[in-house]
């Protein structure tokens, strides 16, 4: 499970962890999105919350996020990144893995300063087409997608009027859970200054 702040670098370290254990990467933030590009109702109500940087409620991320996840297979392993995202996610969920004989093996929270935060969110892109995520010091020139080829833009969230509020929301309603997982024993906190190789390292020594 990878917690960590917008613009922590969940998405790329995700993606590496992918690559090294075989494991099924379940983004919320993707799932949403999605939706959204379906033009399903849950995308568009789920696009209200986003856009404006606040939580997707309850009610429409567990029941999402637990049809994906108990569609995994039990011999395969998965990263959850963007959920659980409050303690009633958080409840649901171990329900409902203890209901399929599963744990939670490890909690990795990858801690970044809040200016960091809001010097890479505005630089942050993202591939319209196979969801990679980069970023891009001078959005004078945009490059294309390097995997696929495709569109980069920057999302309606990763815009400065988002970007604030929803550190804020993260630190509010998200934070609690950490406690929450360090009290179980099953946090690791990583440090997430450090170059992306630096910061996977740390991320394989908690594994």
């Given amino acids: 499970m990878l917690f960590g702040p917008p613009g922590a670098g969940k998405g790329t370290q995700a993606q590496l962890l992918v690559d090294r254990y075989d494991l099924a990467h379940v983004s919320s933030g993707d799932i949403f999105r999605h939706n959204l590009r379906q033009g399903t109702p849950l995308g568009l109500r789920a696009k209200e919350y986003m856009d404006r940087?606040?939580?997707?409620?309850?009610?429409?991320?567990?029941?999402?996020?637990?049809?994906?996840?108990?569609?995994?297979?039990?011999?395969?392993?998965f990263i959850l990144d963007g959920f659980p995202r409050s303690t009633r996610q958080a409840e649901e969920l171990e329900s409902a893995l203890t209901a399929r004989a599963r744990n939670v093996d490890r909690v990795l929270h990858i801690d970044v300063p809040e200016?960091?935060?809001?010097?890479?969110?505005?630089?942050?892109?993202?591939?319209?087409?196979?969801?990679?995520?980069y970023t891009i010091a001078n959005s004078a020139t945009i490059p294309a997608c390097d995997r696929c080829g495709g569109e980069l833009y920057q999302r309606d969230d990763d815009r400065p009027e988002a970007v604030q509020k929803r550190i804020d929301v993260y630190r509010e309603e998200t934070m609690p859970l950490l406690n929450h997982y360090r009290q179980k024993g099953l946090l690791s906190d990583i440090p997430g200054q450090d170059t992306v190789d630096g910061v996977f390292q740390s991320i394989v020594g908690a594994l």
């Fill in 53 to 77: 940087g606040e939580l997707v409620p309850d009610d429409v991320v567990i029941d999402i996020m637990l049809d994906k996840i108990m569609s995994i297979h039990s011999d395969e392993g």
């Fill in 115 to 133: 200016d960091e935060l809001v010097r890479r969110l505005g630089g942050r892109y993202v591939c319209r087409e196979c969801q990679a995520p």
